[in-house]
């Protein structure tokens, strides 16, 4: 069955989704605020990994995908998704992206339509704010007039096993005909659906996935730092605890976590517990304290590794290598690899980028140099610090011509000029 949809918000997670949706038969709108975005997808142009140019290309052209910067372009809806962001506004989640993407679509509410939240919420979210400011603001109520729900996104991006056709999806309603609404629209194009029996439920499990990811990884940096002091390699023994088959999975050290998810997410659960039973969520406390000191770490490591070398870090010439949070990706939002470099220069280093998915100029100081990894580049450099680790960069050739590789994420193997945070 083809459904006239509406996506608001086409970033990584609403993108990908209009594309796939148009191309399994739905006439998809696509709207954004940002008018830069739009207009790069009307020229067929990708800004997301995950969705080649010749797709968007594809669906435009064959009038499956509408994307647009003009409300008043919107018109009624069978389904209607909201992807956009859900950021921090000192220290608590800032819903006002949420709040004005159901403004836009509440005047286009016609009964027995469905409005499915994407973007990650707090628990109560999608029947507290969401089901009441639509019922206010169109005069039909949620469940018996229209269809509500809250599915989570799961998309990885960059991730070449798992997207979003195939990670199974968890689908919710406020009630018994409204999953049965948001199901079948999932069902129209991705693998698997799970259904579980509340929204609260399916928002509470993305945030349980997120803040496990969010835990280990604090867990594993603090491991890290202390078997630096202790003179253990921490990535052997990550791989020798890995060969369990069962009650372990690995999780490696790194500069810090970024993206809009993991720095994110956890205190999206955390303000939720507090707000509502006065606790402190104490695990999510810890994890954010001890990933948001990684990048001062990995500029005390840096600092120290120079100084054996007789050398300090201001006016020393360091070449990043990345920019984005993480492989595979060119989102700098929080990126960890961005407080390293801005410290870099806060001590006086002459730092040089090197980071082909990280298309943006802004997302660095101006006295930073982009440059491509060349064997000249690396023999420069006073020292070389992997922060991204994109498949892209040929680490033999690193490891052979750099005079002193800090690698803050186990690329490498540990020699005389290779270090590993
Ligand atoms: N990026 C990820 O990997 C990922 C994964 C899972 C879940 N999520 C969640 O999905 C949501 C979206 O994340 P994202 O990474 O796609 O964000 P994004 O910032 O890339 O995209 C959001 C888009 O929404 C647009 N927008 C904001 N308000 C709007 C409005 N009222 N009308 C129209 N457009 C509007 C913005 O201009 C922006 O282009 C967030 O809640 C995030 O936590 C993200």
């Known amino acids: 069955m083809s459904s006239d949809v509406i996506v608001v918000g086409l970033g990584y997670v609403g993108l990908p989704l209009a594309i796939l949706a148009a191309e399994a038969g739905h006439t998809v709108t696509g709207y954004d605020l940002d008018t830069g975005r739009v207009k790069r997808l009307l020229a067929g142009e990708s800004y997301v990994e995950d969705v080649t140019d010749a797709r968007i290309a594809a669906a435009i052209s064959c009038g499956r995908f509408n994307p647009t910067a003009t409300e008043a372009e919107l018109g009624a809806f069978d389904v209607a998704i909201i992807a956009v962001q859900t950021p921090l506004r000192d220290g608590a989640p800032d819903l006002s992206y949420v709040e004005s993407a159901i403004r836009v679509l509440a005047a286009r509410l016609r009964p027995d339509a469905t409005v499915i939240l994407e973007s990650t919420v707090y628990p109560g979210t999608t029947e507290e704010f969401a089901g009441p400011l639509l019922a206010e603001l169109s005069g039909l109520r949620p469940g018996p007039d229209f269809r509500l729900g809250f599915s989570p996104e799961r998309i990885d991006p960059g991730n070449r096993s798992w997207n979003l056709a195939s990670t199974p999806k968890l689908v919710s309603g406020v009630d018994g005909k409204s999953l049965t609404a948001v199901r079948a629209f999932y069902d129209s194009f991705v693998q698997r659906t799970v259904p ?99 990048p001062q770490y990995v500029l005390q490591r840096l600092s120290a590794g120079l100084n054996t070398r007789r050398k300090c870090v201001n006016g020393s010439r360091v070449l990043a290598l990345g ?63 992997i922060l991204t680790d994109h498949d892209e960069f040929d680490y033999q050739v690193v490891a052979e011509k750099s005079g002193y590789v800090l690698d803050c994420r186990g690329r490498l193997t540990a020699g005389s000029v290779i270090e590993l945070l």
């Open 196 to 294: 579980v029996a509340t929204p609260k439920v399916a928002e509470l499990a993305k945030l349980i996935e997120n803040t496990f990811r969010h835990v280990n990884i604090a867990l594993t940096n603090e491991i890290g730092m202390f078997a630096a002091e202790l003179g253990i390699d921490v990535w052997a023994a990550i791989d020798a605890a890995s060969t369990k088959p069962f009650g372990f999975m690995p999780f490696v050290p790194g500069p810090g976590v970024g993206g809009h998810c993991l720095p994110v997410d956890p205190v999206y659960l955390s303000w939720r517990v507090h707000r509502t039973l006065g606790k402190r969520f104490r695990f999510v406390e810890l994890a954010n304290d001890i990933n948001d000191q990684m």
């Open 323 to 385: 920019m984005a949070y993480k492989r595979g990706t060119g989102d700098t939002r929080q990126s960890p690899a961005l407080s390293v470099i801005d410290g870099l220069l806060r001590m006086g280093a002459q730092v040089r980028v090197a980071d082909p998915h990280v298309v943006e100029e802004t997302s660095v100081d101006h006295q930073v140099v982009r440059v491509d990894v060349t064997a000249t580049e690396l023999a420069a450099a006073d020292a070389v610090l």
